[in-house]
């Protein structure tokens, strides 16, 4: 019997899916329930220490840029520390408030990256979720589909959410910049600062245990601080009251998937801040 476009495009998904995992050196599926220790995590990355115990990298040179190259400046430079979070929204009401900041958010022209956009890409997922990705801004895919992480970098989250247990509509995914920069560009400095306090407000209103921040920009705009990501990953810090790790694009990982073992390494970080299991080893 022939196979159908939805059996191909399964197969696909699913062969995608075990790359991710045997890139990531997992060779024994994850299951929420199993008993196994957590991979030893400390052990890989060193003692996880509190924040102030890290000497600052603040105005070093040499800032990671979004796809994770140390050696590539990039002009991302946050104006103000985020302000803490101020209220907790009941879950029932988190819908409601997350339409009311799109609906604030209208059909925006506040920085220059309106006029390239095709769709205002304001996110996905659950708005009472655990964790939320926040990414650096849309791509091509993301513009047409005004969705968030749609297209080969999207397949990768993907991947990466549902080997740490979840599935894509448990998770909250976000980006800094809300329009798609020109040529997939790193958002200026008045772009990113302009569009943020509504990633802000988001964060409030969904009020996540966890923030995993994909890139050197995603980490930026969220810390207040401009630093490189090879000193921000590994450990966890602190956003508006919320835990907030930091790993790589999922851009950068397709391009250099060696990283893809640090990566599996962070979001490790953020399944023990969550009480999630790791996979257990075979
Ligand atoms: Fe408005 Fe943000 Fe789009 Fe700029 S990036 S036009 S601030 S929605």
Redesign the pocket.
């Known amino acids: 019997m022939a196979s159908s476009p939805l059996d191909s495009e399964l197969r696909d998904a699913i062969a995608a899916r075990i790359r991710f995992y045997r890139d990531i050196g997992v060779t024994d599926f994850y299951r929420r329930a199993v008993e196994a220790e957590p991979a030893p995590i400390e052990a890989t990355l060193g003692a996880l220490g509190p924040e102030a115990q890290v000497p600052s990298r603040m105005g070093a040179p040499g800032l990671a840029s979004e796809t994770g190259d140390s050696q590539q400046e990039i002009s991302t430079i946050p104006t103000r520390k985020p302000a803490p979070a101020l209220n907790i929204i009941p879950a029932q009401d988190r819908a409601a408030a997350l339409q009311a900041i799109r609906d604030d958010?209208g059909n925006?022209?506040?920085?220059?990256?309106?006029k390239g956009?095709n769709k205002?890409v304001f996110a996905d997922g659950s708005p009472t979720a655990r964790l939320m990705f926040v990414g650096e801004g849309p791509g091509a895919d993301e513009d047409a589909q005004g969705l968030p992480f749609v297209g080969r970098a999207g397949q990768l989250l993907n991947n990466m959410i549902t080997a740490m247990g979840l599935k894509r509509e448990e998770v909250y995914i976000a980006n800094i910049?809300?329009?798609r920069p020109p040529g997939n560009r790193t958002p200026e400095p008045d772009?990113a600062n302009?569009?943020s306090p509504?990633l802000m407000r988001q964060i409030d209103v969904v009020g996540p245990e966890v923030i995993v921040a994909l890139g050197a920009t995603a980490a930026t705009y969220l810390l207040g601080a401009r630093q490189p990501l090879a000193g921000l990953r590994g450990r966890v810090h602190n956003v508006r009251g919320t835990k907030l790790i930091v790993t790589y694009h999922p851009a950068y990982l397709l391009r250099d998937p060696r990283q893809k073992k640090e990566a599996w390494a962070d979001l490790q970080i953020a399944m023990r801040e969550l009480g999630l299991k790791a996979p257990a080893k075979s």
């Open positions: 958010i925006c022209t506040r920085c220059a990256l309106h956009r205002i910049v809300k329009c772009e302009t569009c509504f």
